[in-house]
């Protein structure tokens, strides 16, 4: 990095001391960014020198032992344990206000409800007291305080607490964006769920778990359906002394850009897309080479997080990630939990089963869930076993079904895919009640043109551009 931009820091410095809104915290977190950023001390990867991992570093799933029958044993590891959810993320690229949380999944339940639902029944099943943590950003914090009072009567304990708040940084003159002038939200921004660690411990809620007893945190995205408390990953960690784990499933053509694990330099550390050298770019995304990718549900030791926050020591890979908001350029730097897997000792991935990635990210994601593919039990959202096929339904919609309120407003009801193979819809194509769709299906409406599927039509292999098609 030049030097003039190390130049720069001092008056970052001086700047972001002027800003009030920021803890200490906050303010020496963010100082430390900008200046290992600015040090350019970023990891450099030898690409001759990655190995793929060994069992003993990505266990296979099956080869992890099961937890006994026996209800005492499954009390005693589900007393050790936390469940934080990271809540910071808006509904806004799905059409919704607030946080995404809040999105109904489905049977007018929200993703929400759902994680609330299946950690009261272990708590009632099993006697134990599994709370429930939600690392909110300043975006999510004032709507999910509100929300959270409807579950008062529950057999949970909730905790919220913030992510930190960075300021944008106006790039070209390396100036925090608020002592600019810029005091809204928009001057402001969460960086990345690598600050899980820090904000956990500066929240106070670190070493009130570890007072209580709790040993492990097991993190995931609020908006993984498949992140549900898996005792046998709990077990293997306990009995194998894991400070960490990263659960990993098998790629598929819809995951070539995710995050892989590799050991490099004899020890296990994520590799993202980010790292890798133009020249290896088409390597990275092969299934050959690098088979698993990152579902970012984390498994990591309390103790071992409050050792490396204090030490300083959790340095994880830079993303810098340079946006234009309001006609201004700015940057925000961030970080990632999964890329922390290096720091802590006898680290490990495990190879899960695909049913433990399914993130609701748009609404293509939401028809799957809400579709005959899946059934909802005890909160939990299961596969439906007449669907033989291993992978779901690839689901292609149009800019009219990007918004949940127009997605739901084109369906009478969630067609039947069970047997759909793809589906690619464009234009303004509405849905009667109970359709059925089997193998590859393409419905398109032309410009200005209304197409409907009407009530209860069976549609299998076909292209479908208008009504005279069905």
């Known amino acids: 990095m030049a030097a003039a931009a190390i130049e720069k820091l001092p008056q970052l410095k001086s700047a972001t001391d002027g800003l009030k809104e920021m803890s200490d915290n906050e303010r020496s977190g963010f100082i430390n960014l900008v200046s290992r950023y600015l040090s350019g001390e970023a990891q450099h990867i030898e690409w001759s020198k990655i190995q793929t991992p060994t069992d003993e570093i990505v266990v296979p799933y099956d080869k992890m032992a099961n937890v006994s029958e026996d209800a005492s044993?499954?009390?005693y590891l589900l007393d050790k344990l936390v469940?934080?959810?990271?809540?910071?993320?808006?509904?806004?690229?799905?059409?919704?206000?607030?946080?995404?949380?809040v999105i109904e999944v489905r049977d007018g339940l929200t993703f929400l409800d759902l994680i609330v639902i299946q950690i009261e029944n272990l708590n009632n099943k099993y006697g134990c007291k599994v709370p429930l943590v939600l690392m909110n950003s300043f975006n999510t914090h004032d709507?999910?305080?509100?929300?959270?009072?409807?579950?008062?009567?529950?057999?949970v304990d909730i905790h919220t607490f913030n992510q930190s708040k960075y300021p944008r940084v106006v790039a070209d003159e390396f100036v925090p964006w608020p002592s600019k002038g810029k005091t809204d939200k928009d001057g402001w921004y969460p960086p990345g769920h690598g600050d899980v660690f820090p904000s956990l411990m500066n929240s106070g809620k670190l070493d009130a778990f570890i007072s209580q007893g709790k040993e492990y945190v097991f993190v995931a995205n609020s908006d993984n359906l498949g992140a549900v408390v898996d005792l046998k990953i709990l077990k293997h960690l306990i009995q194998n002394k894991n400070e960490y784990?990263?659960?990993?499933?098998?790629?598929?053509?819809?995951?070539?850009?995710g995050g892989t694990l590799i050991s490099y330099e004899g020890k296990v550390q994520l590799l993202e897309i980010?790292?890798?050298?133009?020249?290896?770019?088409?390597?990275?995304?092969?299934?050959?080479?690098?088979?698993?990718?990152?579902?970012n549900n984390l498994w990591v030791n309390?103790?071992?997080?409050?050792?490396?926050?204090?030490?300083?020591?959790l340095k994880m890979e830079i993303i810098p990630n340079p946006k234009e908001v309001d006609g201004v350029k700015v940057l925000q730097l961030e970080t990632a939990a999964g890329a922390a897997i290096r720091f802590f000792e006898n680290a490990i991935g495990v190879n899960v089963p695909r049913s433990r990635f399914l993130p609701v990210k748009a609404t293509s994601d939401l028809l799957l869930v809400q579709s005959d593919l899946y059934t909802l039990v005890d909160g939990f959202v299961t596969r439906n076993k007449a669907r033989t096929n291993l992978t779901n339904p690839a689901i292609e919609l149009g800019p009219e079904f990007k918004k949940v309120a127009s997605f739901l407003s084109r369906f009478k009801s969630i067609p039947s895919i069970v047997e759909l193979d793809s589906?690619?819809?464009?234009?303004?194509?509405?849905?009667?009640?109970?359709?059925?769709?089997?193998?590859?299906?393409?419905v398109k409406a032309n410009s200005g043109t209304k197409l409907e599927i009407p009530d209860n039509a069976v549609v299998k292999d076909k292209d479908i551009n208008g009504p005279e098609d069905l």
Not at 143 to 155: A, G, H, L, P
């Open 73 to 75: 044993e499954t009390k």
């Open 83 to 101: 469940v934080l959810k990271l809540n910071g993320g808006l509904g806004t690229t799905m059409g919704c206000t607030g946080p995404k949380s």
């Open 143 to 155: 709507d999910t305080q509100k929300i959270v009072e409807k579950y008062t009567n529950s057999n």
């Open 245 to 257: 784990c990263m659960e990993v499933t098998p790629k598929t053509l819809a995951d070539v850009k």
């Open 274 to 295: 980010a790292q890798v050298p133009d020249e290896h770019v088409n390597e990275f995304k092969s299934i050959e080479k690098f088979k698993i990718f990152n579902t």
């Open 302 to 313: 309390l103790k071992a997080i409050k050792k490396l926050v204090e030490a300083d020591a």
């Open 423 to 442: 589906l690619k819809v464009s234009g303004d194509v509405c849905f009667g009640s109970g359709v059925v769709l089997k193998g590859k299906v393409s």
